[in-house]
């Protein structure tokens, strides 16, 4: 089954063609981090607009690359949300307009479902059940992925997002977006032990985060001390240490509460390069596998959602009455 994935949930335009959820014929992105840059963050009316002009480009390209007709696909796949509606319905309109007139079926798919079907592209095959770390811009969560498909929430943030305080910090900072990559890019080879920011934990078998005291503590942290008086590098990887001692504390907790003796990391922040290091020392101690994508398929794409949309398919069928679908922000 060959399947058009398309994604426009925040700002990036992606397209691709899978097939069977897991054969990449192509994959392409057009990024809006030059747009959004100026601006240290996304700005979303600038996103549709954007979305807008490179949208059919962007399908035509995964198309050609994939060497295949559109009247040969089996179905087209769309992120329905969470993210920015005004960004997700340009997505979605490509979509429905598509679907209708080559008469195929659409396949509504949610993004975090997307991130974290992206999982089964790492190169070890994950054997579920298996935790799942889902840390992106918008989400900070653990989940339980089951053989069916479900995937059981675990614990989440009750604040801010891994990836938001990234992106907030760099903004202040002023040190370029998307945040995440700017602080990482700053903190290779710096002392992550320099400044000693908090570290939300709960009670002993708490799965929840929090984000919003460190980045309080970081942002104070910047305010209090004048440029100059501080290194930016020690800064950077003092801050990204205790985003990333969090993140990998809580999964394997994850892991040993649940008995389960597998992890995967997926969405933008497992990109990190030492939120991945990490992670691969302390699951190879713990005896647990460890299943990462590829870090292309870690920020936003579209095979994940070609991917995920071949699993949606096989379990529930296209969506009953498409053209009645909306974009959902949350
Ligand atoms: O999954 P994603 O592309 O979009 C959402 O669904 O949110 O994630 C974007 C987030 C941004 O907050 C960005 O700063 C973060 O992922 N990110 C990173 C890295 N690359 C992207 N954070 C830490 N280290 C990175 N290398
Ligand atoms: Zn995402």
Known sequence: MVILGIETSCDETAAAVVRDGKDILSGVIASQVPVHSPFGGVVPELASRMHLEYIIPVIERALGNAAIAAKDLDAIAVTRGPGLVGALLVGLSAAKAMAYALQKPLIPVNHLHGHIQAAFLSEDMPREPFVCLVVSGGHTALYRVDPQGDSLLLGATRDDAAGEAFDKIAKLLGIGYPGGVAIQKLALGANPGAIAFPRSRFEKDSLEFSFSGLKTSAANFIRSHSAGTFALEDF???????????????????????????????????????????????????????????????????????????????????????????????
């Open 236 to 330: 950077a990887a003092s801050f990204q240490e205790a985003v990333v001692d969090v993140l990998v504390e809580k999964s394997i907790k994850a892991a040993k509460q649940c008995g389960l003796g597998g992890i995967a990391a997926v969405g933008g922040v497992a990109a990190n390069a030492r939120l991945r290091e990490r992670l691969a020392g302390e699951s190879a101690a713990e005896n647990l596998r460890l299943y990462l994508p590829p870090v292309r398929f870690c920020t936003d794409n579209a095979v994940m959602i070609a991917a995920a949309a071949f699993r949606t398919w096989k379990r529930s069928g296209p969506a009953p009455d498409m053209l009645a679908l909306d974009a959902f922000s949350r």
